[in-house]
């Protein structure tokens, strides 16, 4: 298997996962595709023959990863600000108040790993 197939498999298990996630909302369901799609994925990964990993595709992951938190953490910020502001439902400002605790949660984790890594490194 070329390595370029591997990857295209690693995001198509990432839509059907998805996908079954957001269709069925049977939460066994969404957990037994995410077991098969690791077993999948590792035996996939077991008869590629090509390196996968090199230290250019670590910088890139690190690169592309950094990017979309930011991403995520700029649109989510701009989302919970602008719905905030608008006379909402009880259940969208609840949804709101989640979204801006998962922000603050992952920015605490990233925080934590940045100072971690920083030391160790």
Do not use: H
Not at 14 to 42: E, F
Request: charged residues 20%; proline residues 1%.
């Amino acid at each position: 298997m070329k390595k370029e197939n591997y990857f295209i498999l690693v995001g198509l298990f990432g839509l059907v996962a998805l996908m079954v996630s957001s269709i069925s909302g049977d939460s066994w369901l969404l957990l037994a595709t995410i077991v098969a799609g690791i077993l999948g994925l590792r035996l996939a990964k077991s008869r590629c023959k090509e390196v996968l990993d090199d230290e250019r595709a670590y910088r890139i992951s690190e690169k592309a990863g950094r990017i979309a938190f930011i991403s995520y953490g700029i649109i989510g910020g701009l989302g919970v600000a602008i719905l905030s502001q608008l006379k909402l439902s009880p259940e969208l400002l609840l949804i709101t108040k989640t979204i801006s605790v998962s922000l603050g949660i992952m920015f605490l984790i990233y925080l934590s790993y940045y100072f971690y890594y920083s030391r160790k490194l």
